[in-house]
């Protein structure tokens, strides 16, 4: 069975750090592309960042570029996003997804976690 479990999540101030934490089980996803994608109360799920195999090559959304930084250790088959300077528009539920190609990861997915809450304060 295919799993990948978030974690990391929680409750911040704004102007805060997090960090999430993406583990895969059932699979290595050493050559896949990961990624982020969040969903805040009454929205669409939206993509935030995404990584590629080797992690020499990243893309990020615009509403986090300079603050969030995607990254993995394929030894330990995961994918962390370091969220710095977090504002209350960040409030959501983050999700980390899997796919065969970069594009895939950053428009449809294949594969997803259950995901893991943030909340920002202001």
């Known amino acids: 069975q295919v799993q990948l479990v978030e974690s990391g999540g929680g409750l911040v101030q704004a102007g805060g750090s997090l960090r999430l934490s993406c583990a895969a089980s059932g699979r290595t996803f050493s050559s896949f592309p990961r990624g982020w994608f969040r969903q805040a109360q009454g929205k669409e799920r939206e993509f935030v960042a995404a990584i590629s195999v080797s992690g020499g090559s990243s893309d990020y959304a615009d509403s986090v570029k300079g603050r969030f930084t995607i990254s993995r250790d394929n030894a330990k088959n995961t994918v962390y996003l370091q969220m710095n300077s977090l504002k209350p528009e960040d409030t959501a539920d983050y999700y980390c997804?899997?796919?065969?190609?970069?594009?895939?990861?950053?428009?449809?997915?294949?594969?997803w976690g259950q995901g893991t809450q943030v909340t920002v304060s202001s």
């Open positions: 997804a899997a796919s065969s190609t970069f594009r895939a990861t950053v428009g449809a997915p294949e594969y």
